[in-house]
């Protein structure tokens, strides 16, 4: 039986927060329909060079994703290369640096904002720029 697979990465968030506070996701992990694990920080502890290293296993000294300010594509195979190659698909909801890492540099809003395209590393996409939103 095939499952869907979605991972939530809420940046930011303190390990005891999300167990306290995301009632749901703590409700799928206790019915076995899911799971939670705490990660150690790599450094540097900035965003765009840890969503490199969650999504591709590679660490910011090895991947050259050392800050936020680098805008070119990922060099490493992340999960969604990873996936498309199973014959999986794949989607994201995610800061516009997830697409500018794994589908197109720099992330041009007009054309990237929403994503429906079979031949990128994600296929379907919906990307954020502002920090107060979604």
């Known amino acids: ?7 939530v990465l809420l940046d930011g968030l303190n390990h005891s927060v999300a167990r306290d506070c995301m009632g749901h996701l ?3 992990c206790g019915a076995g329909r ?18 490199e290293c969650i999504l591709t296993g590679v660490p910011p000294i090895d991947s050259g994703i050392l800050h936020n300010d ?22 994201a909801a995610a800061y516009h640096w997830v697409s500018e ?7 041009d809003p007009a054309r990237d904002r929403h994503t429906d395209d ?7 996409g919906h ?8």
């Not at 899911?34 to 969503?51: A, H, N, T, V």
């Not at 031949?119 to 379907?124: D, E, F, K, T």
């Open 26 to 28: 703590q409700a799928l």
């Open 118 to 124: 079979s031949a990128l590393p994600i296929q379907r």
């Open 34 to 51: 899911g799971q939670s694990y705490r990660l150690e920080c790599e450094l540097p502890s900035l965003s765009r060079p840890l969503y």
């Open 70 to 91: 680098v805008v070119r594509l990922s060099q490493e195979q992340s999960l969604f290369h990873y996936a498309r190659a199973a014959g999986l698909s794949t989607a």
């Open 101 to 107: 890492l794994y589908n197109r540099a720099p992330f």
């Open 127 to 134: 990307f954020y720029w502002n920090d107060h939103y979604p």
């Open 1 to 7: 039986m095939r499952h869907d697979v979605i991972l």
